[in-house]
Structures are given as structure tokens and as C-alpha cells.
């Protein structure tokens, strides 16, 4: 068994999160700077979007609404 103290375990996550948040950032730029690829195909005739979001409450105690989404060609 491998026993790890809170601290420990705090900064090893927000290690982890912190370069893992460093590379998305670089893969958002990169996307970005290249823009849209090429449409392949033809376009669908019909998308269908939908939309939805509902309230959480933050460790800080604040509510912050959380919104989600998704669209599927036909």
C-alpha cells in the first residue's frame, strides 16, 4: 500500500492539470491559426441542433449554469 499526504496529492494533480490545460491551450491556438479544414462531401440535407443547460453549484458556492450541445446531420 502507498500511502500519499493531501498535499502531495494536490500538487501532483494540479501539476497534471496545469500541463494538461498548457496543451490544450496550444492545440486551441493551432486550430485557430489553420482554420476550418476542407468540406468533404456534400453538405447533409438537414442538420438537427439541440441545446440544453441547467444549474450547478460551484465548491465556491456560486451557481453557475452548465451548457451543453449537439448536432447530428440527417
Do not use: H, N
Request: charged fraction near 20%; hydrophobic fraction near 40%; include cysteine.
Amino acid at each position: 500500500m502507498v500511502r500519499l499526504s493531501v498535499s502531495t496529492l494536490r500538487t501532483l494533480t494540479e501539476g497534471v492539470g496545469a500541463s494538461d490545460e498548457a496543451r490544450l491551450a496550444a492545440t486551441i491556438t493551432d486550430a485557430w491559426a489553420q482554420g476550418l479544414p476542407p468540406a468533404t462531401g456534400t453538405p447533409p440535407e438537414r442538420l438537427y441542433v439541440a441545446l440544453d443547460g441547467c444549474f450547478i453549484l460551484g465548491r465556491d458556492g456560486v451557481g453557475r449554469e452548465v451548457k451543453v450541445g449537439v448536432v447530428r446531420p440527417v
